[in-house]
């Protein structure tokens, strides 16, 4: 269709929920995408194959009838990722969910530490999307095999406050997923506490999904290649209106791309800004705690050197005050 980047991806079926998986390489992202959709959908760092390095969609129809899609979306915050890559991509999952977003699940592992890294990914989310995502928001730990919820738990009250701030901001909407189990009953159970928190996110947000002026933008040309279907062109007709809806559409999306890069470059210089006043204060730190230590140390080195002088003087006038005795006891 046209050589457009994005011809392949552009049909996606109606769906009911929509959900975006996010998170760092290596915290079970995938695998919860696959636990969800009850298949292995998408290559996980549990598998043999390479981790998928681009937006992926997979599709399920739950008990209740309902469609359920599950988008999966490689390491957009990792600090490996460029900011141009990371464009297209976000432009590439919102492409896939054109009909908005109704959960965001950011996912991290319960058993790795949860790092500023971890906390200025929600950061930059918002600042992409606008304060109002925040809505939309689920936390899931993986690796709830080796966790489990009472443990987990006791860790976020303990947790560093960067850590409790997500979970506040997030209000509490906290999942645990166990990706490793082969317990059908346990899996069962997972999914439905996650789906019972994604339908109380819908239900807060009065049944819509996540939704703004890029979204409108992408959905406005989705829903002008439709009508090409439902109007009654000839062949040719029909074939001059797709050429000038994917012209359209890859301008969209070349400007969309640009918007998302531009936002992303700014959100990089503030968190670059931000990693380099911290690192300016903790250099601060060590240098008065060094300081403080020299200090100390001399401190310490003077009061050794007048211990010891005061013990050399008392064993001096200990010697004297014994040739004195001697001195005594001759006459």
């Not at 919860?32 to 998408?42: C, P, V």
């Not at 598998?47 to 309902?66: E, F, I, Y």
């Not at 403080?292 to 005061?310: C, F, G, N």
Request: net charge negative.
């Amino acid at each position: 269709m046209g050589g457009s980047q994005y011809d392949d991806e552009w049909v996606l079926p109606s769906a009911d929920i929509t959900l975006v998986l996010v998170g760092k390489l290596g915290y079970g992202k995938s695998a919860t995408g696959n636990s969800i959709l009850g298949r292995e959908a998408f290559v996980s760092e549990y598998s043999h194959a390479s981790v998928t390095n681009t937006c992926q969609l997979g599709s399920t129809t739950l008990k209740d009838g309902r469609t359920i899609n599950v988008i999966d979306t490689p390491g957009l915050f990792d600090m490996s990722i460029t900011c141009d890559d990371a464009g297209k991509e976000i432009v590439k999952c919102m492409n896939m969910a054109k009909d908005g977003i109704h959960a965001v699940l950011m996912v991290f592992s319960a058993t790795s530490r949860f790092s500023r890294e971890d906390a200025s990914t929600i950061e930059t989310i918002k600042v992409f999307f606008g304060e109002k995502i925040v809505d939309h928001m689920i936390v899931v730990f993986t690796y709830g095999d080796l966790v489990g919820e009472s443990k987990l738990k006791n860790m976020l009250n303990n947790a560093p406050e960067y850590l409790q701030n997500v979970v506040e901001l997030c209000q509490n909407r906290v999942v645990v997923f166990d990706n490793m189990t082969n317990d059908r009953r346990l899996r069962a159970q997972q999914l439905d506490k996650l789906l019972d928190v994604v339908d109380s996110v819908c239900a807060n947000n009065g049944g819509k999904p996540f939704s703004d002026q890029m979204f409108t933008r992408i959905k406005e040309v989705h829903d002008r290649e439709k009508e090409v279907h439902t109007l009654g062109y000839s062949e040719e007709q029909i074939s001059e209106l797709r050429k000038e809806i994917h012209r359209t559409r890859d301008e969209q999306l070349a400007h969309i791309t640009s918007m998302v890069e531009e936002k992303l470059n700014c959100t990089v210089e503030k968190l670059q800004q931000q990693l380099m006043e911290e690192q300016i204060a903790r250099l601060e730190a060590e240098k008065v705690a060094y300081d403080a230590r020299l200090k100390s140390e001399a401190e310490i080195q003077k009061l050794k050197e007048s211990l010891k002088k005061a013990q050399m003087e008392n064993e001096e006038f200990r010697r004297m005050a014994q040739s004195q005795g001697s001195k005594c006891a001759i006459l």
